[in-house]
């Protein structure tokens, strides 16, 4: 390893509540699937399915693009 790749591994990135917006969405036949990125501008993103009840949506794929 490099010093450019120990200092990308050790870099910290700063905490903060995600703000998800958004990007897009689709029905499937376990609920509708949203395409969600950070509002805070972090980079990151992730998948949600909201199921057909009236509970909140939930991550189906850990963040990604931080």
Same mark, same amino acid.
């Given at each position: 390893?490099?010093?450019? $790749? +120990?200092?990308e591994? +050790?870099? $910290?990135?700063?905490?903060?509540?995600? /703000?998800?917006?958004?990007? *897009?969405?689709?029905?499937? *036949? !376990?609920?509708? =699937?949203?395409? =969600?990125?950070?509002?805070?501008?972090?980079? /990151? &993103?992730?998948? !949600?399915? $909201?199921?057909? *009840?009236?509970?909140?949506?939930?991550? =189906?794929? &850990?963040?990604?693009g &931080?």
């Amino acid at each position: 390893m490099d010093a450019a $790749q +120990t200092l990308e591994t +050790t870099r $910290q990135v700063p905490a903060h509540e995600h /703000a998800w917006l958004v990007d *897009s969405a689709h029905d499937t *036949s !376990d609920g509708r =699937v949203l395409y =969600v990125r950070c509002g805070a501008g972090c980079g /990151a &993103r992730r998948i !949600d399915l $909201q199921g057909p *009840s009236t509970l909140p949506p939930s991550a =189906v794929s &850990r963040e990604f693009g &931080r």
